[in-house]
Nanobody
Framework: QVQILESGGTMVQPGGSLRLSCRASGFASSSYAMSWYRQAPGKERELVATIFPDGTSTNYIDSVKGRFTISRDNDKNTVYLQMSSLKLEDTAVYYC???????WGHGTQVTVSS
């Protein structure tokens, strides 16, 4: 069956770093633009970052530019989100999606707290 599984979310102190993983099963994620979204309590879901099938072209929301990096390893069928200099406002459930396929994972919780 086709599915996406996010992992790596945890509690981290402000200024800390964390890497999220998005593993695809049952399909080749390399064929799709892949995105990370996040949803904080009481807020709308927002697009955080996208990586395109060329593996190089990327987009980021302004608030994470310079701090987050999206990448992909096609041999592992996995997309990553490397997060650094984390802020309280980065606290959210982070979701991974294969865009044109419309396939979403169930999310992984990131909590930035001192």
């Amino acid at each position: 069956q086709v599915q996406i599984l996010e992992s790596g979310g945890t509690m981290v102190q402000p200024g800390g770093s964390l890497r999220l993983s998005c593993r695809a099963s049952g399909f080749a994620s390399s064929s799709y633009a892949m995105s990370w979204y996040r949803q904080a309590p009481g807020k709308e879901r927002e697009l955080v970052a996208t990586i395109f099938p060329d593996g190089t072209s990327t987009n980021y929301i302004d608030s994470v530019k310079g701090r987050f990096t999206i990448s992909r390893d096609n041999d592992k069928n996995t997309v990553y989100l490397q997060m650094s200099s984390l802020k309280l406002e980065d606290t959210a459930v982070y979701y991974c999606v294969a865009r044109s396929r419309g396939l979403w994972g169930h999310g992984t919780q990131v909590t930035v707290s001192s």
